[in-house]
């Protein structure tokens, strides 16, 4: 198993972005719905509507905006500022890589290898 560092934002006590919520934001643009996003993640429309309720409050405007059900069914769509988000926080995780590369490296060699 090879270690990987992730990031969070925290805001208060809630984490405002971390990688499973840019995964869900990027599976809700896929899908065009939060409870199909959430599905293809393996969790309960419940639990992805929790993670975007989350997000939409800890950011100044929202990140997704969802339209309720009814005969032709509901949907929700990233607003641009999910997308900036997005390639904001990929482009952070990639910086943050290739800074702690040497350093990850040298950690790793002290860890378990019969986890």
């Given at each position: 198993?090879?270690?990987r560092l992730?990031?969070r934002l925290i805001?208060?006590?809630?984490?405002?972005?971390g990688?499973?919520?840019?995964?869900l934001l990027e599976?809700?643009?896929?899908?065009?719905?939060?409870?199909?996003?959430?599905?293809?993640?393996?969790?309960?429309y419940?639990?992805?509507?929790?993670l975007v309720?989350?997000?939409?409050?800890?950011?100044?405007?929202p990140?997704?905006?969802?339209?309720k059900?009814g005969?032709?069914?509901?949907?929700?769509?990233?607003?641009?500022?999910?997308?900036?988000?997005?390639?904001?926080?990929?482009?952070?995780?990639?910086?943050?890589?290739?800074?702690?590369?040497?350093?990850m490296?040298k950690?790793a060699?002290?860890l378990r290898?019969?986890s």
């Open positions: 198993m090879t270690p992730t990031f805001l208060g006590d809630d984490i405002a972005l990688p499973g919520k840019v995964q599976a809700i643009r896929e899908t065009g719905s939060i409870a199909a996003a959430g599905r293809a993640m393996g969790m309960s419940k639990r992805a509507w929790h309720d989350t997000m939409n409050r800890c950011f100044a405007h990140l997704v905006e969802a339209s059900g005969a032709h069914g509901g949907g929700a769509q990233l607003t641009p500022l999910a997308d900036e988000v997005i390639v904001l926080y990929r482009h952070l995780e990639a910086r943050a890589r290739k800074a702690t590369e040497a350093d490296a950690l060699r002290h290898t019969d």
